[in-house]
């Protein structure tokens, strides 16, 4: 099987309020379960930024529909990746919040245009280590 790794951020449209927002993490859990995708998905209260890993024509899929939600606006993919990773870098998919500032500043890193952008994937990774993931 080919391996894509796909991370995109996204800000939430409106308001969702707490139902909203775990119907979103519990329908990415399951979505993702049943599509054989593993990642994480972190949101700071107003934005998303989510990896996405798995076969190839089903990590597309999921993007196309993200894509489509209403409830994300501003989608930026920040990482496409095919074919290169020989193992996921995530083995469960899980999701959970992350500190705003830590957020900004992993924007502010994506597009700074001295950064290495064979290291958006590390970047992440970091973030989530400092995430409250469930």
């Given at each position: 099987m080919e391996l894509r790794q796909y991370i995109y951020l996204s800000r939430l449209s409106g308001s969702v309020g707490d139902a909203g927002l775990r119907q979103i993490m519990r329908r990415s859990r399951e979505n993702n379960s049943?599509?054989?995708l593993t990642g994480a998905l972190l949101f700071d209260g107003e934005s998303f930024v989510q990896l996405l890993e798995g076969p190839v024509e089903q990590v597309q899929a999921m993007v196309a529909l993200i894509?489509?939600?209403p409830r994300h606006?501003?989608?930026t993919p920040v990482f496409d990746m095919l074919g290169v990773a020989?193992?996921?870098s995530c083995l469960v998919w899980?999701?959970?919040y992350v500190d705003s500032q830590a957020l900004d500043t992993y924007r502010a890193q994506l597009f700074d245009?001295?950064?290495d952008p064979s290291r958006l994937l590390e970047r992440f990774l970091a973030l989530l280590a400092a995430a409250d993931v469930n």
């Open positions: 049943q599509r054989g894509r489509a939600d606006v501003d989608f020989t193992a996921r899980s999701n959970g245009s001295s950064a």
